[in-house]
């Protein structure tokens, strides 16, 4: 099993729609939860992090975290073509510990 | 600011060759962290590099080895190289102890024919 699941996807929602995305993992020693956003052909860019179990809110983009269940989740708002992209989820144990990270999604957002 | 920048940007190379590529982090930034892409699959984690030592290391063969210089610039090669090389080369860099706010560069994709 590996340490980070994350549904490859496709993805396709028509414009305005609110998208779920998703990840869990197997170890319980993480403790910081991220999300990156990657255009084909470019680098990760960070979208927000989250520490420890709880819900963070950045304009259009929600991170909800459950560390109970081990289960994390990125709630994008009225999406937009723009959202078209894949998006990552990592994860650490610390902010001296590597990233992990998931598989990636890709979204498609349809006009 | 210019945020991460790596060179090249592409890169093709014959099986048993070897190669450099170069990152320079972000102002402000002495972490620098290298990660492999494969098609379709999320970034691995290969080495970290803090006060030009490597302070840690994923699971790769020795094969792969870095530098980091006083300016914090680094550099990634690879020795010997496999088809299954063939990747995109992530370099993220951040401020020590915030791996969590991490900036990546665009990458340099090696192709290994």
């Known amino acids: ?111 | 600011d210019a945020g991460v920048t790596q060179s090249p940007t592409h890169l093709i190379k014959t099986r048993g060759q070897q190669v450099t590529l170069r990152c320079s982090p972000k102002s402000g930034h002495d972490t620098v962290s290298w990660y492999q892409q494969a098609l379709g699959q999320g970034p691995q984690f290969i080495f970290q590099y803090y006060e030009e030592e490597e302070r840690q290391r994923g699971n790769f063969p020795d094969r792969f080895s870095g530098h980091q210089f006083p300016n914090y610039s680094s550099e990634l090669n690879v020795n010997a190289l496999l088809l299954g090389d063939s990747a995109l080369y992530l370099c993220a860099s951040s401020m020590t102890g915030r791996n969590t706010e991490a900036f990546f560069g665009q990458g340099t994709r090696l192709t290994v024919v």
């Open chain 1, 1 to 111: 099993q590996k340490e980070v699941e994350q549904d490859p996807g496709p993805l396709s929602v028509p414009e305005g729609a609110i998208v779920s995305l998703n990840c869990t993992y197997s170890n319980s020693a993480f403790q910081y939860f991220m999300w990156y956003r990657q255009y084909s052909r470019k680098g990760p860019e960070l979208l927000m992090y989250t520490y420890s179990s709880g819900n963070k809110e950045d304009g259009r983009f929600t991170a909800q975290v459950d560390k109970s269940s081990k289960y994390i989740s990125l709630f994008i708002r009225d999406s937009q073509p723009s959202d078209s992209a894949t998006y990552l989820c990592a994860m650490t144990r610390s902010g001296n510990t590597p990233l992990v990270f998931g598989k990636g999604t890709r979204l498609s957002v349809i006009a």
